[in-house]
Structures are given as structure tokens and as C-alpha cells.
């Protein structure tokens, strides 16, 4: 049984894991556009807009940088021994 849950926990991490280095990616995609806009003063509507999906954008990725670390102090809690590959967020 504890076998079959630290796989489930491993699963679990590594979902984290790639949802977080997509986010990741498109968060820096999402600063990289707000600043060309910036740059050429684009309409302040537009800014603004891109402005507001980067807010939500850095808070998921905050909220999976909490899950994250949740998953992996329980799975090292539960599967003591076992060894994960450093998670993106640990950087962070």
C-alpha cells in the first residue's frame, strides 16, 4: 500500500512540476509582451489587459509553489528514503 501511495505522490509531483514549468514559460512570454508594449506606449486598455493576466498568471504560480512543496513534505513524510528530482519551484 505505502508503495502504491508514494506513486501516487511522485504522479502528483511531477503533474505540479510540468504545470509549473508551462506556466513558467508562459509567464515570462506574458512579461516579454507587456514590455514591448510599454516600449512602443501602447493604449493604456492594452497594457492594462496584459497587465492583469500577468497578475494572474505570477499568482497561480504561486498557489502550485505552495501545493508543490505541500506534495513533496508529504511525500517525504510518507516515503522517507525516496529520492525526488529538485521541483521547479524549489528556485523560487
Known sequence: MATNDCANRRTLI???AAD???LDAT???TERELAALQAEHAAP???AAVQERLAAER???GEI???GRAAVDGFHAVCAGEQ???PPWSSR
Request: net charge negative; glycine share 4%.
Open 84 to 86: 525526488l528530482p529538485p
Open 59 to 61: 499568482e497561480r504560480l
Open 27 to 29: 509567464t515570462t512570454a
Open 20 to 22: 509549473y514549468r508551462s
Open 65 to 67: 509553489t505552495v501545493e
Open 45 to 47: 486598455e492594452s497594457i
Open 14 to 16: 511531477e503533474g505540479l
